[in-house]
């Protein structure tokens, strides 16, 4: 597709944008099934990465799961769920097979065709789960339809947080409630080594994300285990119980809240389309994060064979995995594409990329076709004020500049920010609804939040002095950083 075709299509749809730290390779398959349904492109400036959606396409496939899903309260995970996990232990199957050995015994050709194995795979599995994306920009627009809809528009936030939250723990919930059983152990003089091994080897993918894989170590868990010790045994039961009990408190919560709120049949089961779209997608994230384990192998395996280096071969989309002698000559090709590189996929799955300054223009001309208005507005996540210095947060170099106090600003708040979630005065992302990781992190930790702004990594620069008024979602600025 050549450039004036691209950017024919780029001023013909509205665009819902999506990233973070990213390497492409990792992400590729998974673009790729969306790329199938809702058209888009992917830019990426070094691991910074800026992934955007036709939203018209996004309506259209969320609107039919609604409809089958308010027909059938149980379409969702009789129809979607089970099959991706059936999708998800054929995957697994085949991924067991990958360690150094193993990879290496295979002939060229052998590699490169066990190699589209697992693209085919993975591209079946995260073409059943898409409804995930397509429900990130119309979460919220539908949500406050059906409650005008059905005169319940005055409910308060908090209280469709709660009705649309998650029904199970989060994984760092799951792994916190570990972690202090251990310790309880620990203070009673029990011998906790076992524990931490079984601890690490189910949350050792905590330190892992779409830049790059990290595997946490026993030593690290130990280390934070034991830190945890030093608290007093009554405050250790305590806050175990509370993540003990977090589930049935929270069922407690909304069974009394819907009875006060007197919810008709057709908001409960939106709600609870809401609340299983969150718990599968932190499902989907455990598995999406443990899946880049092995491909990360796979990268070892084909940067020994071509003499690339793995910071190269992270550039390729995984369909570009061919030919051994093709991926080699990539090299000139590849080192462009680390600055600054623009992908697109057609429906038939065709590859275009610019590099350098294609595609910097190209980028420019999404991003300017998102900005609207100077006025900075979002969705309210968690309400409040707040007043500060904006941090742009991107990854996890970023971290080391965020001060207690900043307003935090980044494409999606991630797991692994919740050191500095919890330093920031106000966030405000570019993505989200109401069950995004931002909103769900934000309540928890009552800080005033506005998300899916979309252009607030655009318009918003470090250093800007903001107002945030997560009452409203607006975020003035009050004087440009210089």
């Given at each position: 597709?050549t450039k004036?075709q691209?950017?024919?299509?780029?001023?013909s749809?509205?665009?819902?944008?999506?990233?973070?730290?990213?390497?492409?390779?990792f992400?590729?398959i998974?673009?790729?099934?969306?790329?199938?349904?809702?058209?888009?492109?992917?830019?990426?400036?070094?691991?910074?990465?800026y992934?955007y959606f036709?939203?018209?396409?996004?309506?259209?496939?969320?609107?039919?799961l609604?409809?089958?899903?308010?027909?059938?309260?149980?379409?969702?995970?009789?129809?979607?769920i089970?099959?991706?996990?059936?999708?998800?232990?054929?995957?697994?199957?085949?991924?067991?097979?990958?360690n150094?050995?193993?990879?290496a015994?295979?002939?060229?050709k052998e590699l490169l065709?066990f190699?589209n194995?697992?693209?085919?795979?993975?591209?079946?599995l995260w073409e059943?789960s898409?409804?995930?994306e397509?429900?990130?920009?119309?979460?919220?627009i539908?949500l406050?339809?059906?409650?005008?809809?059905?005169?319940k528009?005055?409910?308060?936030?908090?209280?469709?947080a709660?009705?649309?939250?998650p029904?199970k723990?989060?994984?760092?919930?799951r792994e916190?409630?570990?972690e202090?059983k251990?310790?309880?152990?620990?203070?009673?003089?029990?011998?906790?080594?076992?524990?931490?091994a079984?601890?690490?080897?189910?949350?050792?993918?905590?330190?892992t994300n779409?830049?790059?894989v990290?595997?946490?170590?026993f030593?690290?868990?130990?280390?934070?285990i034991?830190q945890?010790?030093k608290?007093?045994?009554n405050i250790l039961?305590?806050?175990k119980?509370?993540?003990l009990?977090?589930q049935?408190k929270?069922?407690?919560q909304?069974?009394?809240?819907?009875?006060?709120?007197?919810?008709?049949?057709?908001?409960?089961?939106?709600?609870?389309?809401?609340?299983?779209?969150?718990?599968w997608?932190?499902?989907r994230?455990?598995?999406?994060?443990?899946?880049?384990?092995?491909?990360?192998?796979i990268?070892?395996e084909?940067s020994?064979?071509?003499k690339?280096?793995?910071?190269?071969?992270?550039?390729?989309?995984?369909?570009?995995?061919?030919?051994?002698?093709?991926?080699?000559?990539?090299?000139?090709?590849?080192?462009?594409r680390?600055?600054?590189?623009?992908y697109?996929?057609?429906?038939?799955?065709?590859?275009?990329?610019f590099?350098?300054?294609k595609a910097v223009?190209l980028?420019?001309?999404l991003e300017?076709?998102l900005?609207?208005?100077k006025t900075l507005?979002g969705?309210?996540?968690?309400?409040?004020?707040?007043?500060g210095?904006?941090?742009?947060?991107?990854?996890?170099?970023?971290?080391?500049?965020?001060?207690?106090?900043?307003i935090?600003?980044?494409?999606?708040?991630?797991?692994?920010f919740m050191p500095?979630l919890r330093?920031?005065?106000?966030?405000i992302?570019d993505?989200?609804g109401?069950?995004?990781?931002?909103?769900?992190?934000?309540?928890?930790?009552k800080?005033?939040?506005?998300?899916?702004?979309?252009?607030?990594?655009k318009?918003?620069k470090?250093?800007?002095?903001v107002e945030?008024d997560?009452n409203?979602?607006i975020?003035?600025?009050?004087k440009k950083?210089?």
């Amino acid at each position: 597709m050549t450039k004036r075709q691209i950017i024919k299509k780029i001023k013909s749809a509205d665009w819902y944008r999506q990233g973070g730290a990213i390497v492409p390779y990792f992400p590729s398959i998974p673009y790729r099934a969306a790329f199938y349904y809702f058209d888009g492109f992917n830019f990426y400036k070094g691991q910074n990465n800026y992934g955007y959606f036709d939203k018209s396409k996004q309506k259209k496939f969320f609107l039919q799961l609604l409809k089958k899903q308010l027909n059938n309260k149980l379409y969702l995970n009789q129809k979607l769920i089970t099959a991706w996990r059936k999708l998800k232990k054929q995957k697994d199957e085949l991924l067991k097979k990958i360690n150094p050995q193993y990879l290496a015994t295979l002939a060229d050709k052998e590699l490169l065709r066990f190699h589209n194995q697992i693209n085919q795979a993975l591209f079946k599995l995260w073409e059943r789960s898409i409804c995930l994306e397509a429900s990130d920009p119309w979460s919220d627009i539908v949500l406050r339809k059906y409650l005008k809809l059905h005169g319940k528009d005055n409910i308060k936030p908090e209280h469709l947080a709660l009705l649309c939250g998650p029904e199970k723990p989060r994984h760092l919930q799951r792994e916190k409630l570990s972690e202090i059983k251990i310790a309880i152990k620990i203070k009673q003089k029990k011998n906790s080594e076992k524990d931490i091994a079984k601890h690490q080897k189910e949350y050792d993918w905590l330190g892992t994300n779409w830049a790059g894989v990290k595997l946490l170590s026993f030593d690290y868990f130990k280390k934070q285990i034991n830190q945890t010790a030093k608290k007093s045994m009554n405050i250790l039961i305590k806050e175990k119980n509370k993540l003990l009990f977090w589930q049935r408190k929270r069922q407690k919560q909304i069974k009394t809240l819907q009875k006060k709120l007197k919810l008709p049949t057709e908001l409960k089961i939106l709600f609870g389309l809401f609340s299983t779209l969150s718990d599968w997608r932190e499902e989907r994230k455990k598995d999406a994060m443990t899946t880049l384990v092995p491909l990360d192998k796979i990268i070892d395996e084909f940067s020994r064979r071509t003499k690339l280096s793995k910071k190269l071969l992270f550039f390729l989309d995984g369909k570009e995995f061919t030919d051994i002698k093709s991926i080699e000559k990539q090299k000139n090709e590849l080192q462009k594409r680390t600055k600054a590189c623009f992908y697109f996929v057609t429906k038939k799955g065709k590859l275009t990329a610019f590099t350098d300054k294609k595609a910097v223009s190209l980028h420019r001309l999404l991003e300017n076709s998102l900005i609207h208005s100077k006025t900075l507005t979002g969705s309210v996540a968690y309400k409040g004020t707040a007043k500060g210095r904006i941090k742009i947060v991107i990854s996890k170099e970023d971290f080391k500049k965020v001060r207690q106090g900043d307003i935090l600003v980044t494409q999606m708040t991630r797991p692994e920010f919740m050191p500095i979630l919890r330093k920031a005065a106000a966030i405000i992302t570019d993505e989200g609804g109401i069950t995004c990781h931002a909103a769900i992190i934000s309540r928890e930790l009552k800080i005033p939040c506005v998300i899916g702004t979309q252009i607030a990594t655009k318009l918003l620069k470090d250093g800007d002095l903001v107002e945030v008024d997560a009452n409203r979602g607006i975020v003035k600025i009050i004087k440009k950083w210089t």
